[in-house]
């Protein structure tokens, strides 16, 4: 969505209706320095996207990560940090294959129990580029900090692999169009960030709809070619804009069959209030936890279920989201929000949240294992989906015959230890 600059007043309306003036931004993280100790590299890489081996070659080069569109070749240069300078001749795709399972069984046993944080900061970033757009960019980004934000997913083996991010600034979203972004991957949450290709975000209606994101501007979407798949495991992808190195970024979660993964709203079931974000929005408070609530979903991590966090939060929350969670101590996981800039609740949150786990059903069937929310809509949306009374929790809400109420989180703890492990 492009905000005109006469129609940027000093009122915006939240997640829930209010009106409020302000800077609800999201964080950017700050850790943008290579501490892995490695040696500085340059490697080639062909991005075309193809069915063919990707032909890479490392050698030495200025110390710069931007990439450069080699003139004449569909390659680029960049700078890249290896742990083992002995394997610089390593080629992109066989980085890919070593770091994670690229066999497609899709009847094996999801490994790490629980996730590793996926922390490894970006290396040094060097100097920033010159804006695309001279003019219209700089009004953009003057509108307020950064609220970019990357689309978490779950991915069967087999599904095409997108990597999708949102770029916007201030408290009217106001999208960066047409600027160049650098991709990097983290694959299987390794050591290493590897360069993947530079994108630039569309306006409006430019793209097709991918993994249920419109394009409402401001946007990158860029497929894995099959040189770049990544295999079964958990990555993370960075997106850093050229113009000012402010970062997105999005968790893949690539799954086997029998991945086993438990749902959680956030808002009031796992933060102390449905409202209490007001307070971080507006005031900076941090809202407090539910107590046991990390401890219940950290349980069912440690038993190799997946972490899904459900909520109807506005889209610009979500790397927040991710904040919070870490900060409180929840394992970490996939986050999917709404795309509205409010928020929906009522019978719209229902609908979405009921959409989103059809979905996720039709790609991994029978792979929701249980639900935990605290109101009607959550388990209304968690009963239509199929989920059984009995692992459809509600926390200090009683569902009635759709559900099974939870006054104390700690009373879930002997249930999660004693699930059937789903680590190797």
């Known amino acids: 969505m492009r905000m005109s600059p006469g129609s940027r007043a000093c009122s915006y309306l939240l997640v829930f209706g209010l009106a409020a003036c302000g800077d609800a931004a999201v964080g950017v993280a700050d850790a943008?320095?290579?501490t892995s100790g490695g040696?500085?590299?340059?490697?080639v890489v062909t991005i075309a996207d193809t069915t063919s081996d990707a032909d890479a070659a490392a050698t030495e080069a200025p110390d710069t990560l931007v990439a450069d569109t080699l003139e004449g070749a569909d390659t680029f240069a960049v700078d890249a940090t290896v742990e083992d300078t002995a394997a610089a001749d390593t080629t992109i795709e066989d980085t890919l294959v070593a770091t994670a399972d690229t066999s497609n069984d899709d009847t094996s046993t999801f490994v790490g129990c629980p996730p590793a944080p996926c922390d490894t900061p970006l290396p040094d970033l060097g100097a920033v580029q010159a804006w695309r757009h001279t003019v219209a960019t700089p009004i953009t980004t003057f509108?307020?900090?950064?609220?970019?934000?990357?689309?978490?997913?779950?991915?069967?083996?087999?599904d095409p692999q997108w990597a999708l991010a949102k770029f916007a600034y201030g408290p009217f979203d106001d999208d960066l169009t047409d600027e160049d972004v650098d991709i990097y991957a983290l694959v299987g949450c390794g050591a290493s960030w590897i360069y993947l290709a530079?994108?630039?975000?569309?306006?409006?209606?430019?793209?097709a709809t991918v993994e249920g994101v419109a394009d409402s501007g401001g946007r990158v979407y860029y497929?894995?070619?099959?040189?770049?798949?990544?295999?079964?495991?958990?990555?993370?992808l960075a997106f850093v804009v050229r113009g000012d190195h402010s970062v997105a970024y999005q968790t893949i979660e690539v799954l086997p069959a029998d991945a086993a993964i438990v749902v959680s709203d956030v808002d009031g079931t796992q933060t102390s209030s449905e409202t209490?974000?007001?307070?971080?929005?507006?005031?900076?408070?941090d809202p407090e936890a539910r107590p046991y609530g990390a401890d219940v979903l950290t349980a069912f991590a440690e038993r190799g279920f997946h972490i899904f966090y459900l909520t109807a939060r506005p889209e610009w929350l979500h790397a927040r989201t991710h904040e919070w969670l870490a900060a409180h101590g929840y394992p970490p996981g996939v986050v999917h929000t709404s795309f509205s800039?409010?928020?929906?609740?009522?019978?719209d949150a229902s609908a979405y949240k009921l959409a989103e786990l059809d979905a996720l059903d039709d790609r991994l069937p029978g792979a929701v294992m249980f639900t935990i929310g605290n109101t009607d809509t959550d388990a209304a949306a968690f009963s239509d989906a199929g989920v059984p009374p009995d692992h459809s929790y509600l926390y200090q809400y009683d569902p009635g015959p759709l559900?099974?109420?939870?006054?104390?989180?700690?009373?879930?703890?002997?249930?999660?230890?004693?699930?059937?492990?789903?680590?190797?």
């Open 223 to 236: 497929e894995l070619p099959a040189s770049q798949r990544l295999g079964l495991g958990r990555h993370r």
């Open 198 to 207: 530079t994108a630039t975000t569309t306006d409006d209606d430019e793209h």
């Open 341 to 347: 800039f409010t928020g929906v609740n009522g019978a």
């Open 32 to 34: 943008l320095h290579d």
């Open 403 to 424: 559900g099974t109420e939870v006054d104390d989180y700690a009373t879930l703890l002997p249930v999660a230890r004693a699930q059937l492990s789903h680590c190797e």
């Open 39 to 43: 040696t500085d590299t340059a490697v």
């Open 276 to 285: 209490a974000e007001f307070g971080a929005v507006f005031l900076g408070v």
């Open 143 to 158: 509108q307020g900090d950064p609220r970019h934000r990357g689309q978490d997913l779950y991915l069967a083996p087999n």
